[in-house]
């Protein structure tokens, strides 16, 4: 079935970039995204890219994705404290039910 | 901004009893999701709602549960007779009419004892 694989931890110094990565089998995913959850909190849908773009931007985050090995990545600019969180990648084909990653914890030091 | 919303933020049951978990979905969207988080554990898929039925459910869906649109705004979750593993986050989401943006709940929190 489809999977979706992401490491557990990162931990960067405040002002520094961050890259989380994450993998997925599904061929067909239309729909890629990156959610935050913050402690004892909902997950906030950050982004996403369709399947049929190599990149995208909004404000600090970037978004890459290589659909020839299946690699999504999310880059977060000038890292701050409050953006230490858990952040899920998920994939979709469209309105289908999402298949999330483990999450990878954020962990943004002063 | 329209968000989904659930009720309650936590819950607190017995084993055996029977809960119910009520979302309000942003009010144009038209697929409705439950989905559960064990602590822990990555978000699973449980269920999802469409046109007034269910159109696809996960091996987790089991008899004990059901969803219900009982009116033109609530999305209720039942669990019939609760056991402990079912303690768990349980998020509601809906997406809209472009069909792309899964938009979330802030969950509910079940404690089986």
């Known amino acids: 079935g489809e999977d979706v694989e992401q490491s557990l931890f990162l931990s960067v110094r405040e002002g520094d970039s961050s890259v989380i990565n994450c993998t997925y089998t599904?061929?067909?995913?239309?729909?890629l995204y990156w959610y935050k959850q913050e402690p004892g909190a909902g997950l906030q849908l950050l982004t996403y890219?369709?399947?049929?773009?190599d990149m995208k931007q909004d404000q600090r985050l970037t978004v890459l994705l290589n659909k020839k090995d299946k690699h999504l990545s999310l880059r977060i600019a000038d890292t701050q404290t409050g953006d230490s969180a858990i952040y899920f990648c998920?994939?979709?084909?469209?309105?289908?039910?999402?298949?999330f990653g483990k999450g990878t914890r954020l962990s943004v030091i002063a | 901004e329209p968000e989904v919303t659930q009720t309650p933020s936590h819950q607190v049951t017995q084993m055996g009893q029977e809960v119910i978990l009520r979302c309000v979905p942003i009010?144009?969207?038209?697929?409705f999701y439950w989905y559960r988080q064990i602590l822990g554990q990555k978000v699973e898929f449980l269920v999802s709602?469409?046109?007034?039925?269910?159109?696809?459910k996960s091996e987790i869906f089991d008899d004990q549960f059901s969803v219900e649109r009982p009116d033109g705004s609530n999305f209720t979750l039942k669990i019939r007779s609760t056991k402990l593993e079912d303690s768990a986050m349980y998020f509601c989401?809906?997406?809209?009419?472009?069909?792309?943006?899964?938009?979330f709940g802030p969950g509910t929190r079940l404690t089986v004892t």
């Open positions: 709602f469409y046109n007034n039925e269910i159109s696809e």
């Open positions: 009010s144009n969207h038209l697929y």
């Open positions: 890219i369709f399947s049929n773009m």
């Open positions: 998920a994939e979709s084909t469209g309105n289908t039910p999402l298949v």
């Open positions: 599904d061929s067909s995913s239309t729909y």
């Open positions: 989401a809906s997406i809209d009419d472009r069909a792309y943006e899964q938009y």
